[in-house]
């Protein structure tokens, strides 16, 4: 290479080089307290090792926080198609879903209405209840949505209660013609002084009940629009001007970052169409570590895909498709494609809506839809390779975890090594997000040494929030058992060094 090539060469490298360093996004994660050696861990370090065992992945389902395939217990419209038309009572709707051996997550999408008739307090609709109650009896966990504005009831096409209504102003924002809308629009001003105190005091209760609790997952975060999305479809939006839609709803949004501390939000990732301050949003709920979630899979804009597909490693992606929300056996090819779609994203969650016995017929006849996500679906890991290694006097518990899923840990995984009885703990954190789908992460113990020839027990939780944890399953086979390691004796013969 000649001279001038070669500073050519290296002038166009470092400038591409530099030009990518800042192109690349300024993401910070969640704290990770006690962290964890995590190597490299280099040859020359210890005085020998060994390996003592390692795992096979479990292939098939399981369950795990941060993770799973939703029934909707209550959507936009009401709950399933058999209650609204009297056929099966809310208690049976209920019931029959949360019986689907599929099902990981509960899942309510209701109106403000339904969670407040008067100012000062809460007055949750009776499928609040039914849900938490069902959840609770059958190990899943729940999830809501509460919904400021609602064009789908087939009541009331106001989602909010009648005490805000009175107070605030509605504004006819058109007729979705393209769409099929046969009636205007309208929707509150939601930079009105009425509404803007009623929303904070709305958000102050729900978080005050359901911060924190056990059986909630995770809580949509409520936006601008048709169904909390974030968006009014081809219709303009309610306010004079940008500047102020954009400022209502980042304090709206600064609002619920405020108060949601121990349950993760999730924030719809729909492009500004509706000019409201979408952008903003999302960067600032990104930046607080808020989950992401999309309304659909297929139909959807290239860069709502990019965001999904290329997001933070630490948080997790609910996806959801409403076209062909009632799972008839005829669009299996449309479905099955839908949910295929899911895992290019790197998805961690897949809405299965409301209508229980189609769910089923649909999970006899086409199983591999469903089987294909509770397999690859969200993140799945497992301690791959354990070593022992002795090092400065004592031992050293080396583990990779492994992670064969499609997804990072939405959080900071915590690892611990401790003797079955619990009377010798050593624990600690990885960085956030590790292991990334796909990848493993090694780290480290340090094992006192009268500990050699007894077993110690591998155990993972996630940190969904901070100070916020839940038990992890391995996904090793046989699934469901300990993944425990005999340690050896210092003068075990089996030692290796330098080979």
């Known amino acids: 290479m000649s001279t001038v090539s070669r500073r050519i060469f290296l002038q166009t490298n470092v400038s591409a080089a530099a030009l990518a360093a800042a192109q690349a996004p300024a993401w910070t994660g969640p704290a990770a307290a006690d962290r964890l050696d995590q190597g490299p861990f280099e040859a020359e370090q210890d005085d020998g090792w060994m390996t003592l065992s390692s795992t096979s992945a479990h292939e098939g389902p399981l369950r795990n926080p941060g993770l799973g395939l939703m029934g909707y217990t209550w959507e936009e419209g009401g709950p399933s198609l058999a209650a609204r038309s009297g056929k099966e009572t809310l208690e049976q709707h209920v019931d029959r879903l949360s019986s689907l051996p599929f099902v990981d997550i509960l899942y309510i999408r209701c109106d403000w209405r339904h969670v407040q008739k008067q100012a000062g307090r809460l007055d949750l609709h009776p499928i609040w209840k039914l849900t938490l109650d ?213 998805g961690n969650y897949w809405s299965l809506w409301t209508e229980a016995a189609n769910l089923d017929a649909f999970h006899k006849a086409f199983p591999r839809g469903f089987e294909s996500l509770r397999s690859r679906m969200g993140y799945r890991l497992r301690p791959g390779w354990l070593w022992q290694r002795k090092r400065r006097g004592a031992y050293e518990l080396v583990t990779a975890i492994v992670n064969e899923g499609v997804a990072g840990v939405p959080g900071v995984l915590r690892v611990k090594a401790a003797t079955p009885d619990g009377k010798f703990q050593a624990q600690g954190s990885l960085d956030p997000g590790h292991p990334y789908a796909g990848k493993l992460r090694q780290c480290a113990f340090a094992i006192p040494r009268e500990l050699e020839g007894q077993t110690l027990r591998l155990e993972a939780e996630i940190e969904l929030r901070p100070g916020v944890r839940r038990p992890v399953q391995w996904a090793s086979e046989p699934l469901g058992q300990p993944v425990e390691v005999q340690l050896m004796r210092w003068s075990d013969a089996r030692w290796r060094k330098n080979i």
């Open 134 to 346: 069902a959840a609770k009896a059958r190990g899943q966990r729940v999830a809501f949505r509460v919904q400021l504005s609602n064009p789908s009831a087939p009541d009331e096409p106001i989602a909010m209660p009648a005490f805000v209504r009175e107070k605030v102003p509605l504004v006819n924002i058109g007729r979705d013609r393209a769409n099929g809308q046969t009636k205007d629009s309208f929707e509150p001003r939601y930079d009105h002084p009425e509404f803007r105190k009623a929303f904070r005091e709305l958000n102050e209760l729900l978080s005050a009940q359901f911060d924190g609790h056990p059986q909630v997952e995770f809580v949509d975060l409520m936006q601008y629009g048709y169904w909390g999305e974030g968006h009014t479809a081809n219709l303009h939006n309610p306010f004079p001007d940008y500047a102020t839609a954009e400022r209502t709803f980042v304090d709206f949004t600064r609002q619920q970052l405020e108060a949601w501390k121990r349950t993760p939000l999730a924030v719809n990732t729909e492009p500004d169409i509706s000019l409201v301050g979408n952008r903003r949003v999302i960067e600032m709920c990104t930046g607080a570590g808020a989950w992401l979630r999309s309304d659909s899979i297929l139909v959807e804009e290239p860069i709502q895909i990019d965001m999904l597909a290329n997001r933070p490693p630490w948080l997790a992606v609910i996806m959801e498709d409403g076209y062909d929300r009632q799972y008839k056996l005829a669009m299996q090819p449309r479905l099955e494609r839908a949910m295929r779609h899911v895992l290019n994203v790197g």
